[in-house]
C-alpha cells in the first residue's frame, strides 16, 4: 500500500456520461497530482493541486475538471466521455510544491480503470 | 517543452546488465527520476538525481549528465521480476513530465 488511495479501481460506463475518480493523498502530502496512461502510451500529466489550489496544468482537456478540498482529497471529473478517454487514471501526491526529493519521489495511487462503452 | 526520449523495448538474460538511455532537452529540469511501472500497476519509485554523476542503490544505478541532457538507468543481476517498463520523468515547474517508458523483458 502506498499511502495513495484512489477509488473506485475500475469504472464501466457509456459514452457521453458523467464520472468522479477519489484520490486520498498519503499523510501529510499536500500535493495532488492526476495522470492519464492511455493503452501503450506513456503518463500524460493533467493538472496539479497544492493545498486546495490548483497549481500546475497540462494537457487536459475542457470537458475535464478537478479540485481539492479542505480534507486535501482530490476529484477528478470526467465529462461528455468518449471512447478515447478509456484509459488508467493515476493519481500522486508529494510532500511540497512539485520538488518530490531525493529520497521521496511521487508516489502513486494504484490508479483507476476507466472504460468507456 | 522538454521532450523526453528512451528507447521503446530491451531484451536480456536473466543474470545480465541493461543499461536504459534517456535524453531530454537540457532546459528546465531540476531533476530526473525513473520509476518502474509493471503492467496495469502504479509507477514506483526507483532513484533520483539531481546533481550530476551515479547514485547507486542495490542492484540499481541511476547516472546524470545535466550539460548533455542525458541519465541511464543501470540495472544489474537482472530476475525474472524486472521485466517492466522503466520510466524516465524530469521535473520542472511543479511537474513530473514523463518519456514514453522502456519495456524491458528479461528472458531465462
Known amino acids: 500500500d502506498s499511502g495513495v488511495t484512489q477509488t473506485p479501481k475500475h469504472l464501466i460506463t457509456a459514452t457521453g456520461q458523467r464520472v468522479t475518480l477519489r484520490c486520498s493523498p498519503r499523510?501529510?502530502?499536500?500535493?495532488v497530482y492526476w495522470y492519464q496512461q492511455s493503452l501503450d502510451q506513456g503518463l500524460q500529466f493533467l493538472i496539479q493541486?497544492?493545498?486546495?489550489?490548483?497549481?500546475a496544468k497540462g494537457n487536459i482537456l475542457e470537458r475535464f475538471s478537478a479540485q481539492q478540498f479542505p480534507d486535501l482529497h482530490s476529484e477528478l471529473n470526467l465529462s461528455s466521455l468518449e471512447l478515447g478517454d478509456s484509459a488508467l487514471y493515476f493519481c500522486?501526491?508529494?510532500?511540497?510544491?512539485?520538488?518530490?526529493?531525493?529520497?521521496?519521489?511521487?508516489?502513486f495511487g494504484s490508479g483507476t480503470r476507466l472504460t468507456v462503452v | 517543452g522538454q521532450n523526453i526520449d528512451q528507447p521503446t523495448e530491451m531484451t536480456a538474460t536473466e543474470g545480465a546488465i541493461v543499461q536504459i538511455n534517456c535524453t531530454y532537452q537540457t532546459s528546465g529540469f531540476n531533476g530526473l527520476f525513473w520509476y518502474q511501472q509493471h503492467a496495469g500497476e502504479a509507477p514506483t519509485f526507483l532513484s533520483y538525481n539531481v546533481l550530476d554523476g551515479l547514485e547507486e542503490k542495490g542492484r540499481f544505478s541511476s547516472f546524470l549528465s545535466r550539460s548533455k541532457g542525458y541519465s541511464y538507468l543501470l540495472l544489474k543481476e537482472l530476475q525474472m521480476k524486472d521485466s517492466a517498463s522503466y520510466l524516465c520523468?524530469?521535473?520542472?515547474?511543479?511537474?513530473?513530465?514523463f518519456g514514453a517508458g522502456t519495456t524491458v523483458t528479461v528472458r531465462a
Open positions: 520523468a524530469g521535473i520542472n515547474d511543479y511537474k513530473l513530465s
Open positions: 500522486a501526491s508529494s510532500g511540497v510544491a512539485g520538488t518530490g526529493g531525493k529520497n521521496y519521489g511521487y508516489t
Open positions: 493541486y497544492y493545498n486546495g489550489e490548483e497549481r
Open positions: 499523510s501529510g502530502d499536500l500535493s
